[in-house]
C-alpha cells in the first residue's frame, strides 16, 4: 500500500500564535515533526492556511500547501490538501502538527492497522499506567477509549470509560486497564473523502471529539497500540519545558 503522511498547522492559535514557527533548538518546531515523520513516510506534506508557514517548510526542503482558514478539523484540512496534491495514494496519516516528539515506530504501527483490508481507518491508544495515578486518567483532556474484541473503538470519551462499580475510584487503575487516545489518525483514501461530508453529530458536539461522528455514522476505527507518551506543544511554556526535557 502506499502513504502519505499530511501534517496540518495553523499559524493562528489563542495560546501561542505561530506555533509552527516558533524555535526549538535552532530549527521551528513544523520542521522537528517533518523530519521525525520522514523517517516513517517517503512522502509527507504540511497542509497550513499561512504563506509564512509554507515558505519555512519549502526552505528546509520540505512540501507545502495552502489551504483554507476555514477549516474545523484536522481531518477536513487533510482532505483538502490531499486534492490538491493530487491522489494515487492509498492511505493518508494525519500527525499533529504541535507533536515533535512522534516516534517513526508509531506510524509504523498505524500503517500496520491497514494489513486487514477492511479497516477503513485507524488510531492509536497508550494503556494508562498504575503510577499515573488517578487525576492524570481524570483529565478530561486526555480523551479515553473503549476498544471491541477486534482491537476496533467502540466508544471515546472525556470522561472514564468503563465506570467500576463497587470500587473505590482510587483503586480503578489497579482493577482496569484504561486507555488514553493518541491523537493521530489514518484514513483509507475513498474515507477521508466521505467522513468530510458528514454533518457535525449529537456526540461529537457533546464530547467535542471528532471521532464520535465517524462511529455514530457507521465507520469502524481500528486501533493500534502504542508505549510511547506524546508531548504536544500548546503553549510556550510547553516549548521551554519541551525543550529542556529532550535534547536534539
Same mark, same amino acid.
Given at each position: 500500500?502506499? *502513504?502519505?503522511? #499530511?501534517?496540518?498547522?495553523?499559524?493562528?492559535?489563542?495560546r501561542?500564535?505561530? %506555533?509552527? &514557527?516558533?524555535?526549538?533548538?535552532?530549527?521551528p518546531?513544523?520542521?522537528?515533526?517533518?523530519?521525525?515523520? /520522514? %523517517?516513517? @513516510?517517503?512522502?509527507?506534506?504540511v497542509? !497550513?492556511d499561512?504563506?509564512?508557514i509554507?515558505?519555512?517548510v519549502?526552505?528546509?526542503?520540505?512540501?507545502?500547501?495552502?489551504?483554507s482558514?476555514?477549516?474545523k478539523?484536522?481531518?477536513?484540512?487533510?482532505?483538502e490538501?490531499?486534492? $490538491?496534491?493530487?491522489?494515487?495514494?492509498?492511505? #493518508?496519516i494525519?500527525?499533529q502538527g504541535?507533536e =515533535?516528539?512522534?516516534? =517513526?515506530?508509531?506510524?509504523? !504501527? @498505524? /500503517?500496520a492497522?491497514?494489513?486487514?483490508? +477492511?479497516?477503513?481507518l485507524?488510531?492509536?491508544? $497508550?494503556? *494508562?499506567?498504575?503510577?499515573?495515578?488517578? +487525576?492524570?486518567?481524570?483529565?478530561?483532556?486526555?480523551?479515553?477509549?473503549?476498544?471491541?474484541?477486534?482491537?476496533?473503538? #467502540?466508544?471515546f470519551?472525556r470522561?472514564?470509560i468503563?465506570y #467500576?462499580?463497587?470500587?473505590?475510584h482510587?483503586?480503578w &487503575?489497579?482493577?482496569h486497564?484504561?486507555? $488514553?487516545?493518541?491523537g493521530?489518525?489514518?484514513?483509507r483514501?475513498?474515507?477521508?473523502?466521505?467522513?468530510?461530508?458528514l454533518e457535525?453529530?449529537? @456526540?461529537? @458536539?457533546a464530547?467535542?471529539? +471528532?471521532?464520535?461522528r465517524?462511529? +455514530?455514522?457507521?465507520? %469502524?476505527i481500528?486501533?493500534?497500540?502504542?508505549?510511547i507518551?506524546?508531548i504536544?506543544?500548546? !503553549?510556550?511554556?510547553?516549548?521551554? /519545558?519541551?525543550?529542556? &526535557?529532550?535534547?536534539?
Amino acid at each position: 500500500m502506499k *502513504f502519505i503522511g #499530511i501534517v496540518p498547522a495553523r499559524y493562528g492559535s489563542s495560546r501561542f500564535p505561530g %506555533k509552527p &514557527l516558533a524555535d526549538m533548538a535552532g530549527k521551528p518546531m513544523i520542521q522537528r515533526v517533518y523530519e521525525q515523520v /520522514k %523517517k516513517a @513516510l517517503d512522502e509527507v506534506w504540511v497542509a !497550513t492556511d499561512d504563506e509564512r508557514i509554507i515558505k519555512a517548510v519549502e526552505a528546509f526542503g520540505g512540501k507545502a500547501v495552502l489551504t483554507s482558514p476555514d477549516h474545523k478539523s484536522g481531518t477536513d484540512r487533510c482532505n483538502e490538501a490531499y486534492t $490538491k496534491i493530487g491522489l494515487g495514494f492509498d492511505v #493518508i496519516i494525519n500527525i499533529q502538527g504541535d507533536e =515533535p516528539f512522534i516516534q =517513526p515506530q508509531q506510524i509504523e !504501527t @498505524l /500503517k500496520a492497522c491497514f494489513e486487514t483490508k +477492511e479497516t477503513e481507518l485507524a488510531t492509536l491508544v $497508550k494503556p *494508562f499506567k498504575k503510577e499515573d495515578g488517578f +487525576e492524570v486518567l481524570f483529565n478530561p483532556n486526555s480523551p479515553k477509549v473503549i476498544l471491541n474484541k477486534n482491537s476496533e473503538a #467502540i466508544y471515546f470519551s472525556r470522561s472514564i470509560i468503563p465506570y #467500576i462499580r463497587d470500587v473505590h475510584h482510587q483503586e480503578w &487503575l489497579d482493577k482496569h486497564t484504561f486507555y $488514553k487516545h493518541i491523537g493521530m489518525y489514518a484514513y483509507r483514501a475513498d474515507i477521508l473523502k466521505e467522513i468530510t461530508l458528514l454533518e457535525q453529530s449529537t @456526540l461529537e @458536539l457533546a464530547e467535542s471529539l +471528532e471521532q464520535l461522528r465517524w462511529i +455514530e455514522n457507521g465507520y %469502524k476505527i481500528k486501533v493500534g497500540l502504542t508505549d510511547i507518551e506524546t508531548i504536544g506543544i500548546d !503553549t510556550p511554556e510547553d516549548m521551554e /519545558k519541551a525543550t529542556k &526535557l529532550l535534547n536534539f
